[in-house]
């Protein structure tokens, strides 16, 4: 359903935001170790995260990626998504064809209209803060 990008942006930001809950700043490394992710790769994802406020990027010595304990709630999973994807997820054909619409379906529309509606509101309801507090529980986890 997400890029490779998106997918590697979402671990990227959980994993950045459960660093934070613990008031400490990580750098592009140990954040493309944690993730399993190119380095490269993994800045020009952080990049755009960062250039969305998403995640705040600090220079110099004692510098790293943060997100503020504060914004944590307030950032929901959807304006990652957004922020990488755009709305493919949310208006793309489920068969990946270029014309799919309510007047010329493909034979999957219907079915997945609902499990995109679905995933639309698991994305607008799920906020960083409840997915870096798994991380850091031990209850969930980013690489196994």
């Given amino acids: 359903m997400f890029s490779k990008t998106c997918e590697y942006g979402i671990r990227a930001t959980i994993f950045i935001a459960s660093q934070s809950y613990q008031d400490n700043r990580v750098g592009l490394k140990d954040i493309a170790q944690k993730i399993d992710s190119p380095e490269a790769f993994t800045a020009k994802i952080l990049q755009i995260l960062s250039k969305n406020d998403i995640i705040h990027s600090i220079k110099g010595v004692g510098g790293g ?9 307030q950032i929901k999973l959807i304006q990652i998504v957004s922020a990488i994807d755009g709305d493919r997820v949310f208006t793309g054909c489920g068969l990946g064809l270029s014309h799919c619409s309510e007047e010329h379906p493909c034979p999957v529309h219907d079915k997945f209209k609902i499990i995109r509606n679905e995933l639309a509101f698991m994305l607008e309801n799920t906020n960083l803060e409840e997915l870096a507090l798994g991380i850091k529980s031990g209850d969930t986890f980013l690489r196994y």
């Fill in 65 to 73: 990626f943060e997100i503020p304990k504060k914004n944590m709630s």
